[in-house]
């Protein structure tokens, strides 16, 4: 077990990516804290994990924008297994339109779910990590960071942000042990890309852009965010591990 005992925090993870990632570092031995910004999924998707993996959990209400929460997430971490090591920055949002049907509010809200998030939760358990002199952070960046996606500008400027955060926070942590890297997923079957997946047009079109001829699984990302939680990837810091079929190899 690549993870035993060790304690990790990951936010939006009622389901998804965010569930995908719980579930197999469950598998590894984790303690899991899942939180989301409906507490009853919370506590439905920690059931599921209690279930499947006899892990101990924490179900915690929280809206990554909201620097209250997000404290609280962290206070109520600390709590219950008195210690943080792995922290998930998850949660996120991508909403489709153009730069001319898109006001101030729509850019605000996606930055702050996507990126003002990873600011909030890092700082917040950082000052325990610090003090355990070791951390893991990971965060979800996209491949929409490295190369343009056609309206859905307030989302690729918040990945492209997640990126540049990554290897500032790297430098800034190293000495204190602590890991920081990011995830860029390609298309991955969940809620946020539905829409697109069912409409055979857009499905055709999203797997002729992935050499590997298939739509990702919120797993293949979970199995990638183990490898940056574990011991394995104790000399990899400041890297955005690009998981996506070999889309961005184009
Ligand atoms: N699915 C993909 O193809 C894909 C590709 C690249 C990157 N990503 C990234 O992966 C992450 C997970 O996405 P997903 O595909 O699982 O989407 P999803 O919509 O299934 O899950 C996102 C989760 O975040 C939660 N969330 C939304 N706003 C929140 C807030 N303010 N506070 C806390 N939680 C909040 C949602 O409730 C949901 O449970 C996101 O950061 C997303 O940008 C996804």
Redesign the pocket.
Known sequence: MKLKNKVAVI??????????IAEEMAKEGAKIVI????QK?CEKACKTLEKRYKTKTLAVK?????KN?VDNLIQQTIKKFKKIDILV??????RFGSISDKDEKDWDLTI???LK?VFLCTKAAVPYMIKQKSGKIIS?????GFVGFDSISD?CAS?GGVIAMTKELALELAKYNINVNAI??????????EGMLKDKKQREGLLAQTPLGRV?K?AD?GKSAVFLASKDSDFVTGHTLVVDGGWLAH
């Open positions: 936010t939006g993870s009622r389901r998804g990516i965010g569930f995908g939180s989301d910004i409906d999924e929280c809206d990554v924008s909201n929460e920055n998850n949660a996120g949002i991508a702050d779910v996507n998030s979800l960046a996209s491949i929409a989302y990945k860029a997923p390609g298309i991955i079957e969940t809620k946020m890309t990702g919120p990302i």
